[in-house]
């Protein structure tokens, strides 16, 4: 069972065009954090958001944490085919649990 | 090399074998960590370790999953009887030890039970 859910699971989307991919949970995460992961490799950590109401950019990438602290999303402006790849959010939580709890990904191509 | 390593990254099995992945940590790193990643999904915790200390292995799916990591650097995943339902992308992943730290992935272990 998935806690996070991200949306839309798939984008195909035209060079130069801007997107948003939401993760949502009904639980209160104390950071959460955003990975891209390619085909054959592990995810690659992009972003970690810790604060609620916290927004951060990575060059063409805009990622935002709900104030509540149970939801985010990642903007992707002018995307690029480099862009292309799985996007994962993975929560922590405060309970001592080190493990993350991933969302089961949005699968974005970017088309030149 | 600098990241984690695992090995072998692919694994073909027939149904009822016993299987081990392997998992290089970056040297010095504390906290190791074990995810399963089905096809098209995120991946799920299996296990944590904190040096030789096995602290949460409440992700195991069954109990022919077994996890070490007897001198706090190398660790081992084996599944015992393998089934189809235990194909999946191994991964694992380390981090420093503190709290809210990165954790960094390897490329994982894909395996295929026919």
């Known amino acids: 069972t998935q806690l996070l859910e991200q949306s839309p699971q798939f984008l195909s989307i035209q060079e130069g065009e801007n997107l948003t991919v939401y993760c949502n949970s009904s639980?209160?995460?104390?950071?959460l954090q955003w990975y891209r992961q390619e085909p054959g490799e592990g995810p690659v950590l992009l972003v970690t958001?810790?604060?609620?109401?916290e927004v951060k950019k990575l060059k063409r990438l805009t990622f935002q944490f709900g104030d509540a602290r149970k939801d985010s999303s990642l903007h992707i402006t002018a995307a690029q085919p480099g862009d292309t790849g799985l996007y994962l959010c993975?929560?922590?939580?405060?309970?001592?649990?080190?493990?993350?709890?991933f969302g089961s990904g949005t699968r974005l191509q970017v088309q030149p | 090399g600098a990241g984690v390593s695992q090995s072998p990254r692919y694994k073909v099995a027939k149904r009822g074998q016993d299987v081990a992945l392997r998992c290089d940590p970056i040297?010095?790193?504390?906290?190791l960590f074990w995810y399963q990643q089905a096809l098209g999904q995120g991946p799920e915790f299996l296990t944590y370790?904190?040096?030789?200390?096995?602290?949460?292995k409440s992700g195991l799916p069954s109990d022919r999953f077994f996890a070490e990591r007897p001198e706090g650097s190398v660790s081992t995943l084996k599944i015992q009887r393998t089934q189809q339902e235990d194909s999946a992308v191994y991964l694992c992943?380390?981090?420093?030890?503190?709290?809210?730290?990165?954790?960094?992935f390897g490329p994982g272990t894909r395996l295929l039970v026919l």
């Open positions: 992943a380390s981090s420093p030890g503190g709290p809210r730290e990165t954790q960094y």
């Open positions: 040297s010095g790193h504390v906290s």
């Open positions: 370790f904190q040096n030789e200390a096995q602290l949460d």
């Open positions: 993975a929560g922590a939580r405060d309970t001592g649990r080190r493990a993350l709890t």
């Open positions: 639980s209160v995460f104390s950071s």
């Open positions: 958001v810790v604060t609620g109401g």
